[in-house]
C-alpha cells in the first residue's frame, strides 16, 4: 500500500524533518521582502531514488498562515 514512486515504483518513503521553503523566480536574485513569495514545504522523499515531493505547509496546517 501507499503512495507509490511515479519514477522508480517504491513505496518507502521519508520525510524530512525540516520544513524548506519555495521561493519566488527573480531572475537569479534573491529578494526579501518587496511583495516576493515564499511558501513552505514538507517534503517527502523516495527512499530509493530520492524523487521528493512537495506539500504545502500552510494547507497541511504545520504553519500559520500569516507567521
Known amino acids: 500500500g501507499g503512495i507509490k514512486?511515479?519514477?522508480?515504483?517504491e513505496h518507502?518513503?521519508?520525510v524530512n524533518k525540516e520544513l524548506m521553503e519555495l521561493r519566488s523566480?527573480?531572475?537569479?536574485?534573491?529578494v526579501l521582502g518587496g511583495g516576493s513569495a515564499?511558501?513552505?514545504?514538507?517534503t517527502l522523499?523516495?527512499?530509493k531514488c530520492g524523487h521528493t515531493l512537495f506539500?504545502?505547509?500552510?494547507?497541511?496546517?504545520v504553519v500559520e498562515k500569516d507567521k
Open 45 to 47: 522523499s523516495c527512499a
Open 12 to 14: 518507502l518513503w521519508v
Open 25 to 30: 523566480f527573480n531572475n537569479g536574485d534573491i
Open 55 to 61: 506539500f504545502n505547509a500552510i494547507q497541511l496546517g
Open 38 to 42: 515564499v511558501m513552505p514545504v514538507v
Open 5 to 9: 514512486c511515479p519514477v522508480c515504483g
